[in-house]
Structures are given as structure tokens and as C-alpha cells.
């Protein structure tokens, strides 16, 4: 599946060979309805590789077990070392930290939407396999407005992990990502 500004992919079924579909998208274009239907395929289980500002990533709902769990088999990682996730905006940061740190709102405010990640106490509720240590989250807002968009509608954080093997470098061509992941998602 393509949606952004090059190919990914999302997977129907949870076998090792899963039907890859490839949806192209204009990014400056994508209408609700197809936002919608994204969305739904992740909250169904799906695994998508999906382009970002700056590599390929595999994205999954957050809060989608099972989903999580394909991203940690199909990366060869350590479920030991946490994943970040994206936020659709401020909204949704607040709902997922317990806190924000002195000189957060001046660091989001002026960097927010962009390639930056911050690491923050996770609020509580949150299922302990999506934090790191010292129970803490990783979140971004995208500059990406489709892809903010799509976290919107699910509802929820989307994973922005390297559509990569754990321990090789990051993707960036979309061709290289279909290769390494057609068939798997």
C-alpha cells in the first residue's frame, strides 16, 4: 500500500505471507475516505511501511497487541527496546504523558510539527509494553499533515519504527522497502 509520497504496504491476515497491497497517494491529496480505509485496515491488525520526513517506517495502531507484536518478528527486534510513536498534535501528546517537563511546551512549540522525538513520562493506563525505562514514552508530531491526519482518525498513536531489520540502516527508498517486506505485511 502506498500513501504519502511513495510505496508502503499493509497486510491483510497475521500469516508469514500476508497479501501485500500498494495504494498510491498524492500526499497533498488524500481524501477522508481513503484516510478512513487506512486507518480501519490499522485498527484491524494491520502493518503498514509508510514514508515519513525523513525514512520509511512500519506502523501499527498502538494499542493493537498483536500488531505491536508482527512489527517486533518482522524487525528481528528486542521487545526489550521500546518503540516511539507519532501523535496527530498537542491533544494527543497531553492524553498519552502524565507530565510535561519544564521547557517542553517552548521545545514542541517551536520544533512541533517536525523530525524530533521526545522522550516523556507516559500517563498512566498505558500498557507497560509500549514504554521504555523508567516508564516513558517516545512521541513526535509529523510535519507530514496526511499522516497526521491518519493518526487522527484512528484515534490513537501510530508506531514509527524503521521499516528496516533491527541494526541495519534506515530506508529511504521505497523500492528497497518492498522488497524486504512484500508478502510479510
Known amino acids: 500500500m502506498t500513501f504519502g509520497h511513495g510505496p508502503a504496504t499493509i497486510p491483510e491476515g497475521d500469516d508469514a ?21 487506512i486507518a480501519g485496515a490499522l ?12 525514512y520509511y517506517a512500519l506502523g501499527a495502531a498502538a494499542f493493537s497487541r498483536r500488531a505491536v507484536d508482527r512489527i517486533f518478528r518482522l524487525k528481528g527486534r528486542e521487545t526489550s527496546k521500546p518503540l516511539s510513536f507519532i501523535a496527530s498534535g498537542m491533544d ?14 517552548l521545545l514542541a512549540g517551536a520544533l512541533w510539527p517536525g523530525p524530533l522525538t521526545l ?3 507516559a500517563a498512566a493506563g498505558l500498557p507497560d509494553r509500549l514504554l521504555g525505562p523508567g516508564r ?3 512521541l513526535r508530531v509529523p510535519p507530514l499533515a496526511w499522516l497526521r491526519s491518519l493518526v487522527g482518525e484512528l484515534g490513537g498513536p501510530l508506531t ?3 521499516a528496516n531489520k533491527s541494526g541495519e540502516g534506515e530506508l529511504a527508498d521505497p523500492g528497497e522497502v ?3 517486506f512484500e508478502g510479510r505485511i
Not at 501528546?93 to 517542553?104: C, I, K, Q
Request: glycine share 6%.
Open 160 to 162: 514509527a519504527t524503521s
Open 119 to 121: 522522550v516523556l513520562p
Open 178 to 180: 518492498r522488497a524486504l
Open 43 to 54: 485498527l484491524d491488525g494491520a502493518v503498514a511501511a509508510y514514508p515519513t520526513e525523513t
Open 136 to 138: 516513558t514514552i517516545a
Open 92 to 105: 494527543m501528546v497531553r492524553e498519552l504523558v502524565a507530565t510535561t517537563p519544564g521547557g517542553f511546551l
Open 17 to 37: 505471507l500476508a497479501k501485500t497491497r500498494i495504494l498510491s497517494l498524492d500526499p497533498e491529496r488524500v481524501s477522508k475516505d481513503e484516510l478512513a480505509g
